[in-house]
């Protein structure tokens, strides 16, 4: 079989019942910021569904236009939230996106070396990510940053180069590994035991907030296991199209986490929450992991929605702090995991923390994993739309539970000189805990 053909034929696999389910109501396009954007019906949910069905049916070839409009879709899952047929669209996208890598049809030596280089070297093992890191951290505190970008130098790179070094991260000078122990016994009376997973994008640029969740696990009753040397969760791959590589960082994460061992398995970022509770489709013909991949599946728990399962313990009202607070939803939290209702909980259980609605708080801010290097008009503007409701909030302070989304805010913040704060909700209660103990 050619590979065009096998393309094919994994989109043909999906279960046809899949594609079929979509009865064309439209009720998912206005939710859709591609076709909002745009208003062109290729661009809308409904319009993708109909291309996956029009090739899987052979009425259609998988071409190149084609393979570039599902890169042009966020992978946001919006539409998801907004469709009375309940379709699959995440289902849709991920094996589209496969078929379109399989078919070759985008190669190009450019693409084949960014991709090699990121999908399939950097993230697939975290000690070369967290070496890059170290050096970034070196760059950035001999202050050598500061000085390239004041001398002037920036000015002679590509503007596309530019704006890509002005998004460069603050790297910590500390990853999880170095700030959170193996083991972090619970604090007062032991009730669960749980496993935290810093993940990639998380440690390297947030270990902080991994320290912060578990920190909070624990004063919530939870003995924390976070082993060092752990490993991404494949969203990255399974998102674009590499679902070999997603499959091999699933079963190694099974074999660290061994889901049989505890109570839950704990993420803090939504994007890799909503990937990593969906092992068992990629797992489901693999009889070594099936089964596990199933039970892993029930055990991965994103710490809002953990800690709203299991209770949690109150913060006492000393040392309050007053303060303004917008939410802004992570797309695979809220559409993915549909857990909207339990980040609001955590937040307003902070004493003094007034909770401002945002505007549009659950559409995309144009993060999408890597939309943002990859698309940048469309997510610039996506930005702009994001940063203009937060402003109009007058809350000093967002808060947004996924890594990705968190930088995006930082830097849509920097480039508007806007003085705001980007923070993780569990940041907010690990402080207002401390503030308390005091
Ligand atoms: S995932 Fe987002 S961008 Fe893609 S079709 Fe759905 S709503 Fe539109
Ligand atoms: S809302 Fe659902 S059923 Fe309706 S057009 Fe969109 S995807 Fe199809």
């Not at 090739?55 to 998988?62: S, V």
């Not at 270990?207 to 003995?223: K, M, P, W, Y």
């Amino acid at each position: 079989m050619n590979t065009a053909n096998s393309a094919i034929s994994r989109l043909k696999s999906l279960d046809y019942s899949v594609v079929q389910q979509c009865m064309h109501c439209g009720l998912c396009l206005p939710t859709c910021p591609t076709y909002t954007a745009t208003k062109m019906e290729r661009h809308s949910p409904r319009g993708r569904i109909s291309l996956v069905r029009a090739i899987a049916d052979g009425r259609m070839d998988l071409t190149k236009t084609f393979a570039e409009e599902m890169y042009f879709c966020l992978g946001c899952l919006a539409c998801t939230s907004a469709c009375p047929a309940g379709v699959n669209y995440a289902e849709i996208f991920e094996v589209a996106r496969a078929s379109a890598e399989e078919s070759g049809i985008l190669k190009s030596p450019k693409r084949k070396l960014i991709r090699w280089f990121t999908v399939k070297w950097l993230f697939m093992d975290l000690r070369r990510l967290l070496f890059v890191g170290k050096l970034m951290r070196f760059y950035q505190a001999l202050g050598l940053q500061k000085l390239l970008r004041g001398s002037g130098v920036m000015k002679l790179l590509p503007a596309r180069l530019q704006e890509l070094e002005s998004m460069t991260p603050d790297i910590p000078a500390k990853f999880s590994a170095g700030l959170i122990p193996v083991i972090t016994p619970a604090r007062g009376k032991k009730r669960f035991r749980v496993a935290m997973l810093t993940g990639c994008a998380q440690d390297l640029i947030f270990s902080e907030i991994n320290r912060d969740t578990v920190e909070v696990l624990a004063q919530n009753g939870c003995e924390v296991y976070t082993p060092h040397n752990q490993s991404c969760c494949g969203s990255l791959h399974g998102h674009n199209g590499e679902w070999g590589l997603a499959q091999v960082l699933a079963r190694r994460n099974i074999d660290q986490f061994p889901p049989e061992e505890f109570d839950a398995i704990i993420s803090n970022a939504g994007g890799c929450g909503s990937h990593l509770k969906h092992y068992h489709q990629f797992l489901a013909d693999d009889p070594a992991y099936a089964e596990r991949a199933a039970l892993w599946d029930l055990k991965l728990k994103d710490v809002h929605e953990w800690l709203a399962r299991t209770g949690l313990t109150p913060v006492p009202a000393r040392n309050v702090m007053p303060q303004k607070v917008t939410y802004h939803e992570s797309c695979h939290l809220a559409h993915g995991q549909k857990i909207t209702l339990e980040p609001r909980q955590l937040l307003r259980a902070i004493p003094g923390l007034e909770l401002i609605e945002l505007p549009e708080s659950n559409w995309c801010c144009g993060s999408a994993g890597i939309y943002n290097l990859t698309q940048p008009e469309m997510a610039n503007a996506l930005q702009d739309r994001k940063m203009k409701n937060i402003q109009g909030t007058g809350a000093p302070i967002v808060a947004n539970g996924n890594s990705g989304c968190l930088l995006q805010l930082i830097n849509g913040a920097k480039q508007r000189n806007m003085k705001i704060r980007v923070v993780h909700p569990v940041t907010l209660l690990a402080e207002a805990y401390r503030r308390a103990a005091v």
